[in-house]
């Protein structure tokens, strides 16, 4: 069992910058997969961006390519997505997840291989 917990968000502007961070409990959040989603009001859960168990595997969603960079420290037990040159369409809940299933199938992108997840956090990107 794995616990997640989202802490990071908040109000900003147009081409600030954040770090979210989603800080798990239990020994075995280094065999996971960790994956970042968000979903806006009125819109369906969009995948962000993916980091494999061993941190050498990092996966991003179109829209977010070379503004987030995901990153875990294992022995911390969390992992981190930093958000820079951020905008309006960013605003959404954030939501992290955790799963073994990404390692053994390749897919990381979809919401389905990740078995547990934090509350979320909220970002909004003001124009």
């Known amino acids: 069992q794995v616990q997640l917990v989202e802490s990071g968000g908040g109000l900003v502007q147009a081409g600030d910058s954040l770090r979210l961070s989603c800080a798990a409990s239990?020994?075995?959040?280094?065999?996971?997969?960790i994956g970042w989603f968000r979903q806006a009001p009125g819109k369906e859960r969009e995948f962000v961006a993916a980091?494999?168990?061993?941190?050498?595997?990092?996966y991003y969603g179109d829209p977010v390519k070379g503004r987030f960079t995901i990153s875990r420290d294992n022995a911390k037990n969390t992992v981190y997505l930093q958000m820079n040159s951020l905008k309006p369409e960013d605003t959404a809940v954030y939501c992290c997840?955790?799963?073994?299933?990404?390692?053994?199938?390749?897919?990381?992108?979809?919401?389905?291989?990740?078995?547990?997840w934090g509350q979320g956090t909220q970002v909004t990107v003001s124009s």
């Open positions: 980091i494999s168990w061993s941190g050498r595997g990092t």
């Open positions: 239990g020994r075995t959040f280094s065999s996971y997969a």
């Open positions: 997840a955790a799963g073994g299933r990404p390692t053994l199938s390749g897919i990381y992108t979809v919401s389905s291989s990740y078995d547990y």
